[in-house]
Nanobody, 124 residues
Framework: QLQLVESGGGLVQPGGSPRLSCAASGFTLEPYAIGWFRQAPGMEREPVQCINRNGYKITYLDSATKGRFATSRENAQNTAYLAMNRLNMGDTAIYYC????????????????WGQGTQVSVSS
């Protein structure tokens, strides 16, 4: 069974620095671009960052994240990561990883497979 599973979310205090994981099972992540998206309550899903198969990274929410987020991938572990720093309440959302062939895209509809998401709630 082909599956993407996110983990690492939860309740985080303002200023916290969680790292989200996106683990693939049943297939290898290596050929794919891996996108990170988030969806806040009542809002549309929006792209956060993406890393393509060659390790090239794109940040889509630069104005909101201001260099606080960084994606990476470990193909040997079949896992991608989103390291988040100095979280604030505006970062509260469900965070998703998704894959598509080779190149990154900001469009939700361009991605072929999605994880179930992991909730990140920033609150004191």
């Amino acid at each position: 069974q082909l599956q993407l599973v996110e983990s690492g979310g939860g309740l985080v205090q303002p200023g916290g620095s969680p790292r989200l994981s996106c683990a693939a099972s049943g297939f290898t992540l290596e050929p794919y671009a891996i996108g990170w998206f988030r969806q806040a309550p009542g809002m549309e899903r929006e792209p956060v960052q993406c890393i393509n198969r060659n390790g090239y990274k794109i940040t889509y929410l630069d104005s909101a994240t201001k260099g606080r987020f960084a994606t990476s991938r470990e193909n040997a572990q079949n896992t991608a990561y989103l390291a988040m720093n100095r979280l604030n309440m505006g970062d509260t959302a469900i965070y998703y990883c998704a894959i598509r062939d080779y190149a990154c895209s900001a469009r939700v509809s361009d991605y072929d497979s999605w994880g179930q998401g992991t909730q990140v709630s920033v609150s004191s």
